[in-house]
C-alpha cells in the first residue's frame, strides 16, 4: 500500500481569489447595502432593527454567494434573502410600528421650509400608516418596488408570482392607498 501526499504548490493556493472574491462582495455590499436598508426599514420602521436586519442578509448572502449560479442575478438572489429575514423576523417579534421620522427625512427629498417639510414628515407616516393596512403580499410587493427600487420582474421572482400579477398588484394597492388618501381629506 502506498502513502499519498497532497502538496500544495504556491501557484494553487486560493489565498488570492478568496481575497478578490471578499473585494468583489465588498463592492456588492457598498452597491446594494442603500437599497436592502431602504427595503428593512421600509417593513420593519425601526432604524436599528433594518440596522440588524440588514447585517444579517448580507452575512447569508456572503455565506452562500457560492450556491448562486449567476452572478447576473445578485440583486433578485439578494433581495430574496432579505424577503426571508424580514419574514422571520416578523414572526419572531412581531410588526414593529415605531416610524423614525429622522429616517424619512433622510428618504424624502428636501423641500426647503420647515412647514413643507413637516407636512411631507406628517404625509409619509400617512402613507407607510395606511399601507400596513394592506395585506402582507401587497405590502410586500411595494416595499420591492420603492424601497428596494427593483424592476417588475425582479419582484415576480422573489414573490414567485407572474410580472403581470406584479403590475396588476401595484396598480390596484397605488389607487387604493391614493383613494384613502383622499378620503381622509
Known sequence: MTSQRLTVSPSSTSAPRAARGLDEFAEKYRQFFPRVFAYI?????????????????????????????????????????????VISHARKAGR????????????????????????????ASEVAGLLRQFPQREQDVVALKFDA????PQIAHIMDISEANVRVILFRTLRRLREMMTARR
Do not use: C, Q
Open 96 to 123: 414593529e410600528t415605531v416610524v423614525d421620522h429622522d429616517v424619512l427625512k433622510a428618504i424624502a427629498p428636501s423641500i426647503g421650509s420647515v412647514e413643507s417639510e413637516i407636512l411631507m414628515r406628517e404625509e
Open 41 to 85: 426599514y421600509g417593513r420593519v420602521y425601526n432604524v436599528h432593527v433594518a440596522e440588524d436586519l440588514a447585517a444579517d442578509v448580507f452575512e447569508k448572502a456572503y455565506v452562500k454567494a457560492d450556491s448562486l449560479r449567476n452572478d447576473d442575478a445578485f440583486s433578485t438572489w439578494l433581495f430574496t434573502i432579505a424577503r426571508n429575514v
Open 149 to 152: 427600487e427593483l424592476s417588475n
